[in-house]
């Protein structure tokens, strides 16, 4: 089976949706002739032409609202903002359109788009281009969170977020595009949107993290750890979460976002809601800090370390 | 080395019925006796929703509501241009818009009583729910253009907006993005000389609005709104060349809000009495109804025949919204995503 | 002492800070010569003028980011944004600038802003007038975010406010601009950001709400329940939260912003860390629930109700 | 009763030297010889930093950095006819635009290392650090020209951005709030034709982005960006203006980005050799030199001096940058908020 990297994974997927169904279109800033600043969209501009691969002027809020009115006549757009720092000026039409349509319209109208964009830091990049606000969306109803952690996942979340009746925000770490490649295989398989994955089965500690966070966890989780992929940042898998925490009564959860109103936020507090009988520790959170994400010579300050995890980790088994 | 003209411009106006209901034959549309009566009918229409709406919301029967008094000749005229396979996305004061369109009146008074029933667009229209956001609509309008070109639908895609939507910076995005993939589409702004409490002047230095187009490579062109011909002849021009692959055109519909901006607005706070009374004069309706006069189209009879018609028509909507059955609080939930999330389905469990 | 509404209260504090310090400018739509569509800057233009109160066109962002321009060249701009479900297209120019200056700038530059703004429902009003989307602005880190309950403190919060070095979100619930009035002392009193108020003390159950869910926490507690004011939403006053659950072990929050997400998760969550020996019972939130914000006719469905919460504060107390 | 003619515009370009040397004497702005020597070594001390950031980037020194190569006139030909007094904000790419200001070229570097410290601005400085979201330093000098006009202070406002830059939203709601308050401020676009692998064709269907001021009711030209003294004597002029109360001003650059958008970029994938072969020949600092040979303002003798003086100051700043004490990673709660918060006292611990 091919191994590719998390730029191919997510290609292949555009590549095969967009050959599966001729209503599924590209657009974006620089994502036709240059392929992409990340070269996601390589070769795809040769393959599908100018009307389906559609390098836009400078405007991240037409871009989602031109998206918008495809899907609303028929189409599949996938809209791509070029870093996560660049969807704020799109919000407005991801917050008072793309996630109320089909409310607004009682069902006659729904708004199947997806907008991908570069997520999180790790990279050492310029200002706004390592933003991690993925609990902005979670909190705006109307809309699907998604954020893959391997390149084949990452294909298979992305297929089933292009078929998906609503509104899905598609997180690609930009720390993961080329970290590594995994077996990849061709043509179509899908990843339930809705699901979390439970990587490593444990009895101690249940960790939960998605995007590159996970891979943190991994290097710092021990054996009886079970680790838990979201994936699905909104609606997440609640089921999952407390099926785990029943069995091991300790939570961490990691995030690369600042600590308050973080989704990490919600994940303790669903459980302390809901779980709080089986609890025998405080319920921690791993966090970027309450600060404003910093420039390249103070990021590895900022984002969780493995060493923060594992003392988490530690702290929660004392009890 | 030189300092040389490199490009230059001009703005027109077009004026065909003037308030004394004369008009410029050179420039007339080819429309029919029944078209220009089915077109008064409209106006007579429009404004009588607009009276019922204004008093029901006295009554407390539904909720804020922006009246479209003055302004019916640049929406039924403009939408009257229209084929049932262009795509329409409104602003949130195109009532006469929707009614010529043929949208059902009881929904229109369904969703301003606070119900999200009335905007499941019937499946036979191609229109948009009303937009609340302030040019929000635009790029909507243009995604579908962008789409209806991709599939090589020969129709045209026309979006309402305000003096006030051409401050938003969606305005610029998507006039931009039409200009640039040179989409079938027309701008339509009904520049009314007021955004709530601030005036044109005050919304935009530039003399015109339609000289806005020139700034992303199409042309605009001023109309007076208030004379349903000019509107009609301009849109229907813009809309041919649309779907003709000539590209987008903007059109300025220069009328005025007679009204308050909604039911929730004072406009005696911030406007004088004597720009409303020299409105007064330029009546879309009236100016109609004195050329159909002299051409013989209009009677007495006939106006009351057509004023008790649209009565019947809109009271018979009003007892078909009020006897409607209550909206299922279930239905928040299920119009949120395609399917319900697990902890929707928690949730409905309160109600 | 003169009773005032909430309109009236905001309304004397702008005018006295504009009377202290000549740098206080307010600008909007419809602010000027209409005095606001809620009246909250009525008679600021006669007595003020045009420079200092500044009808804007029809632009969110331009109205955000020029009171960026002017705070940096020494002026404390009061900027209204007519609904807070017109925020959104403003969000690029406070997330991306107003948060962030202080830290791009080392220091050098602050954006001491006010952006005030009428937020939540319970006034059938039309769509996106309603929205209560304050977890959004608490989760960006540089911003501050208040929301005032009463007339007396919103004069107080929003003196403060103006005088804050820091850009503040100043949330004023349209419920309440009519709803009552209470004393409100004319000349200078401010009331610190970033402090709770105990409303009412109790020993059984910890109830947290702000803006216009105060007023229905009151009306749904009993005696026992001991009732927190929030008041300042971020950063939060985690010590008062604390200590008046040390001493209940029980807590319920109520907002009218959707659950997932929502201010309630950072509350619930943060308590779960470090108050988690102290809880005899799950940590409840009550609040609007996650869908769509409806038009009207819903609205009373969606909002929570007098009823849910009771219900809620009932059942933390069977434990 | 008509379609007449209601408004005309026309965009003028500017040229004043040529790529010969030549200049139009009749248009040449007063600029005594050291002002024209000043320039010249402005010209090549921004052309030396800009090759040693290139460097250091490779090495590892530095992070991604936008080259300015090929846009120096338009940098410094601009900067140059501002005064101490007058406000700046400017894109990501205005780093010859920061050494004309007589910014510390060891902060350039420091921030282009990916420290804040490199953007604590000089007291002594009315400049504002660069700005990476595309357009959204528009609205800020908008506000700041707000204040100063308010302040009765009489200065200029000056913002840069690029041709791409002319389509977000926060362009158009800019110009639109500096023509409606008739603002003391300037607007100069480098169009360099290219944002990122987007043309200026595929940018905006404009044939000039000059034109775009007429939009908002006030002028725009287009000028010779390669051309220091067309570019000086626009932004003169401009400035003085809006100093006088005359309002903004549009001014269009045209030039080109001779490098790669950023060094992580790669242009081959996108662009025609031949065009970057045609822009050679148009380089601002050559034809600056052939005019000054033939003045006799220029030698090789000098040419060498100015050289090595660059190379010198630039070298002491990067070994300034380099021997600076570590960012103490407090900093980053330290600059969040005016004071710590509860939370952040809590989460320094960890550090
Ligand atoms: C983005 C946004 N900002 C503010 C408002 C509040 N608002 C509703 S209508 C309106 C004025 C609109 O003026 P105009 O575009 O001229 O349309 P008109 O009301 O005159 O039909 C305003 C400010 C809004 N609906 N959307
Ligand atoms: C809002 C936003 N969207 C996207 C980007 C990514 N980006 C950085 S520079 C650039 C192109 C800018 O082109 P132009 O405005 O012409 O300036 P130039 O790079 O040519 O100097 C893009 C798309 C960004 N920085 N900000
Ligand atoms: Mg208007
Ligand atoms: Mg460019």
């Given at each position: 089976m091919p191994k590719f990297n998390m730029v191919q994974a997510i290609n292949l997927a555009l590549k095969e949706e967009m050959q599966r169904d001729k209503n599924v279109v590209v657009l974006g800033e620089d994502v036709g002739v240059d392929g992409g600043v990340f070269r996601v969209t390589e070769g795809l501009l040769e393959q599908f032409g100018p009307e389906r691969i559609i390098d836009t002027p400078l405007s991240e809020s037409v871009i989602v609202g031109s998206a918008i009115g495809m899907a609303v006549y028929g189409l599949r757009p996938v809209a791509e903002?070029?870093?996560?720092?660049?969807?704020y000026p799109a919000i407005d039409q991801i917050f008072s359109h793309a996630a109320r349509i089909r409310a607004r319209s009682h069902g006659r109208y729904s708004c199947p788009i997806v907008v991908r964009t570069p997520y999180g830091g790790g990279?050492?990049?310029?200002?706004?281009?390592?933003?991690?606000?993925e609990a902005l969306f979670c909190h705006m109803q109307g809309i699907k969170v998604v954020a893959p952690s391997t390149p084949y996942f990452a294909k298979g979340l992305l297929i089933s977020s292009i078929r998906d009746p609503d509104p899905v925000i598609f997180l690609e770490a930009t720390r993961l595009y080329r970290l590594f490649r995994e077996d990849v295989p061709e043509g179509e398989y899908t990843i339930p949107l809705g699901k979390a994955r439970i990587v490593q089965e444990g009895s101690e500690v249940t960790v939960i993290a998605w995007g590159s966070m996970l891979h943190r966890v991994l290097q710092a989780a021990g054996p009886d750890a079970e680790i838990?992929?979201?994936?699905?940042?909104?609606?997440?898998d609640e089921e999952t979460i407390y099926q785990s925490v029943k069995k091991t009564g300790r939570v961490v959860i990691v995030h690369?976002?600042?600590?308050?109103?973080?989704?990490g936020a919600e994940i303790s507090a669903s459980i302390a809601e809901e779980m709080i009988l089986y609890l025998k520790a405080p319920i921690m959170r791993v966090t970027?800090?309450?600060?404003?994400?910093?420039?390249?010579?103070l990021e590895d300050y900022y984002i969780p370390s493995v060493d923060r995890i594992k003392k988490a980790i530690e702290e929660v088994k004392k009890y | 080395m030189s300092i040389r003209p490199i490009e230059s411009f001009t703005i027109s106006r077009l004026d065909i019925l003037d308030e004394k209901g004369n008009i410029d034959d050179s420039l007339?549309?080819?429309?029919s006796d029944s078209d220009i009566k089915k077109i008064y009918e409209l106006l007579v229409l429009s404004r009588t929703f607009d009276h019922t709406a204004l008093s029901l919301q006295r009554e407390g029967r539904i909720g804020t509501f922006p009246s479209i008094s003055g302004q019916e000749a640049s929406q039924i005229g403009s939408a009257f241009a229209?084929?049932?396979?262009d795509w329409v996305f409104p602003s949130f004061r195109e009532m006469g818009v929707y009614i010529t369109l043929g949208y059902p009146i009881h929904m229109l008074f369904l969703y301003w009583a606070g119900?999200?029933?009335?905007?499941?667009?019937?499946?036979?229209l191609n229109t948009f729910p009303l937009c609340v956001?302030?040019?929000?609509q635009i790029p909507h309008a243009v995604g579908t253009a962008t789409a209806a070109k991709f599939r090589g639908d020969k129709i045209a895609v026309v979006t309402y907006f305000g003096d006030g939507g051409t401050s938003e910076g969606d305005f610029h995005e998507g006039f931009n993005f039409a200009g640039v993939f040179r989409l079938p589409i027309v701008f339509i702004c009904?520049?009314?000389?007021?955004?709530i409490s601030v005036s044109r002047e005050k919304q935009t230095a530039?003399?015109?609005?339609?000289?806005?187009a020139f700034a992303y490579g199409f042309e605009g062109i001023q109309v007076d709104g208030n004379d349903v011909f000019s509107v009609y002849k301009a849109t229907k021009e813009a809309v041919e060349k649309a779907r003709g692959g000539g590209g987008p055109t903007f059109i300025e519909c220069?009328?005025?809000?007679?009204?308050?901006?909604?039911?929730?607005?004072?406009?005696t706070r911030y406007r004088p009495k004597e720009e409303i009374e020299l409105w007064k004069e330029r009546d879309p309706l009236l100016r109609l109804r004195i050329f159909m006069e002299k051409k013989g189209l209009w009677s007495e009879q006939y106006a009351r025949e057509v004023e008790e018609k649209s009565k019947k028509v809109v009271d018979e909507a009003v007892r078909k919204t009020e006897t409607r059955e209550p909206l299922d609080p279930k239905d928040m939930f299920t119009y949120t995503y395609g399917t319900l999330t697990s902890r929707q389905i928690k949730e409905m469990k309160d109600l």
């Open positions: 903002i070029q870093f996560m720092g660049f969807i990279v050492k990049a310029l200002e706004l281009h390592s933003e991690s606000t838990i992929d979201l994936m699905t940042l909104n609606p997440f690369e976002a600042p600590k308050t109103c973080g989704l970027a800090y309450d600060a404003v994400v910093p420039l390249p010579k | 007339m549309p080819p429309l229209l084929e049932k396979s119900d999200e029933r009335g905007f499941r667009v019937p499946d036979d956001p302030v040019g929000t009904q520049n009314n000389q007021w955004a530039s003399k015109t609005l339609a000289q806005k220069f009328t005025y809000r007679m009204s308050d901006h909604t039911t929730a607005d004072d406009a």
